[in-house]
């Protein structure tokens, strides 16, 4: 169990405490006390929206926040602690179990009799507790002894259960963008008494904009640089701290990806990959393939979804691209990395130029026929000739599958012969593009059809 005034004797009620902690990190300092300071997530707390209006009318129900990392989910849960005067209380649920969910309804319970306060129960990861430590909060939701506030970086809908997420409203938080963290870091510069106003400090545009590009939307990132930029610079003899492009490089050097591999950010990117190859952008394909594997991505991940997209959106267009990106993929395995970066780009713009084609997709209906309509009977002359000669034996008739007409041993390898079940000898699920190889092959299968056709008329 944590709580953000962790040098309180209580270890719960920092809400009303302007203190600051000289030795804390400036990024936690700095961590905004109302929703004036608040940045980003204007579509929830901006003025008139709806959490806003529940804010100022100081009645809070409980709430789950989801979104993805460094969003200020744990953040807005700490202003609206302050705002309606709540003892805030912190559970980590990869740390924290019932029994610590027992030690704070306690607690809140105390709190409760003795002065009416309500107690604020922030629950960061809470997609982590299972459905058992889930339902233990139901009660207590119920009495109104905690108001729950619960952090999430997944789909609340598919990582909690029902009864907890009806008992709750769900708001999504999104990404802090660039703009956000340079405010951020103009407030930490200005404010004296929990930032870095008290000293005199000149930070260049150019260094301000590094800082914010590569923080990745991360605020913390941002401030964290900043306070390093200014503790390891040397005022000059005015006692002016001047900090540069050149000193920001080196205080953040590596660029913060927000993708993190799992989760819905794993499947937003993922998504973003295969709809840029599905759409003919090489380049879009190679930015969104480039920042999953900065991410930390599994290449063999990679190539699982380009194998998939060369049968589903390549398909008989360039029957080829299949071969192809399987190629790559045996390549990579024998080079590994970095070299089979080569490999990657080689399938995913091999694919994006590629000439699209769905049809494959025409097993689907298909299925669907099969299912709805039971499958038919093979034709006699289809079944297999050995299993048929046995039986013709016994019954002491002739072998249905003689009838069969082998398509090789006539020109272009082809000869008219039904296929399917009489009931649906004439349905067709196939639906052809009009592109690449398949055009051809298309033209091909009308000949066939047309053949077929005339041998029919002819009987």
């Given amino acids: 169990m944590d709580l953000f005034n962790e040098h309180s004797d209580d270890h719960g009620d920092d809400s009303q405490s302007d203190s600051t902690n000289p030795h804390e990190p400036l990024a936690t300092r700095m961590r905004p006390h109302s929703l004036e300071e608040f940045v980003g997530q204007k579509h929830i707390v901006g003025e008139g929206k709806m959490l806003r209006r529940m804010i100022e009318s100081g009645v809070i129900g409980s709430l789950i926040f989801y979104g993805p990392p460094s969003s200020g989910k744990t953040t807005l849960a700490h202003v609206i602690s302050r705002e309606i005067n709540a003892q805030f209380v912190v559970l980590n649920a990869v ?60 789909n609340p809908f598919y990582t909690m259960v029902s009864p907890l997420l009806s008992r709750c409203q769900l708001f999504e938080l999104y990404d802090l963008t660039r703009d956000h963290v340079l405010a951020m870091i103009g407030r930490a510069l200005e404010e004296e008494h929990r930032g870095l106003g008290n000293k005199n400090i000149e930070v260049t ?45 080196e205080c953040i050097q590596k660029r913060s990806v927000r993708y993190d591999g799992t989760g819905d950010e794993h499947y937003h990117y993922a998504s973003a990959f295969i709809k840029s190859m599905r759409g003919s952008d090489p380049d879009a394909a190679l930015y969104w393939m480039a920042a999953m594997l900065e991410g930390g991505e599994d290449p063999n991940f990679l190539f699982r979804r380009m194998l998939i997209l060369a049968s589903e959106d390549v398909g008989m267009a360039d029957p080829h691209a299949l071969s192809l ?135």
């Fill in 95 to 154: 740390l924290d179990g019932i029994k610590d969910l027992r030690e704070v309804v306690a607690k809140a319970e105390k709190m409760q009799q003795m002065n009416g306060r309500k107690t604020i129960l922030f629950v960061d990861e809470i997609h982590r507790w299972n459905k058992a430590q889930q339902d233990a909060l139901l009660p207590h939701l119920e009495s109104g002894i905690i108001t729950l506030i619960g952090a999430t970086t997944e």
């Fill in 205 to 249: 545009e150019p260094a301000r904009n590094h800082l914010a590009d590569f923080a990745g939307g991360d605020i913390r990132n941002a401030l964290n640089a900043l306070e390093v930029a200014v503790l390891s610079s040397e005022p000059d003899e005015e006692g002016m701290i001047h900090i540069d492009l050149e000193i920001a490089r």
């Fill in 325 to 459: 990106v399987n190629s790559a993929h045996e390549a990579f395995t024998k080079c590994g990395m970095p070299e089979g970066l080569y490999f990657l780009a080689h399938a995913s713009i091999y694919l994006s130029l590629a000439p699209k084609s769905n049809s494959t997709g025409a097993i689907f209906s298909a299925r669907r026929e099969v299912k709805n309509s039971g499958i038919g009977a093979v034709p006699p002359h289809l079944r297999d000739k050995t299993a048929n000669s046995k039986q013709s034996r016994y019954l002491g008739v002739e072998n249905a599958s003689d009838d069969y007409i082998y398509p090789h041993s006539y020109d272009h390898h082809w000869a008219p012969q039904q296929y399917l079940p009489e009931e649906v000898r004439n349905r067709e699920w196939y639906e052809p593009g009009q592109v690449g190889r398949e055009n051809k092959l298309w033209e091909r299968l009308q000949k066939i059809k047309e053949a077929y056709s005339h041998s029919e008329a002819r009987k």
